[in-house]
Nanobody
């Protein structure tokens, strides 16, 4: 059983920064892609950025140049450094991981979410 635990959300003023962390715990698994998604009030959950085991990164245009996703594969942890935050970045941010177990079955797991509020 793999679990994801997120941390780092909070209230920040426009133009400020936050760093989100997501750590995977458990045993007998290999994580492939890790990603951050977000869900703003009244909207659907959308992908923000992802990073593969080999380090290939994708990100939505609205966060390019402001957000940076990184990963510590040894620690099964993914980070999202968010700079120059805007009010429209306000959302619950969810960590997601795609992994395989010892039987090579593929699974997907989500974290509980962490709230990011950008407001003056």
């Amino acid at each position: 059983q793999v679990q994801l635990v997120e941390s780092g959300g909070g209230l920040v003023q426009p133009g400020g920064s936050l760093r989100l962390s997501c750590a995977a715990s458990g045993s007998g698994f290999v994580i492939n892609t890790m990603a951050w998604h977000r869900q703003a009030p009244g909207k659907e959950r959308d992908l923000v950025a992802s990073i593969t085991r080999r380090g290939t990164i994708t990100a939505i245009d609205s966060v390019k140049g402001r957000f940076t996703i990184s990963r510590d594969s040894a620690q099964n942890t993914v980070y999202l450094q968010m700079n120059s935050l805007k009010p429209e970045d306000t959302a619950v941010y969810y960590c997601n991981a795609d992994f395989v177990d010892t039987s090579y079955r593929r699974h997907e797991v989500w974290g509980q979410g962490t709230l990011v509020t950008v407001s003056s």
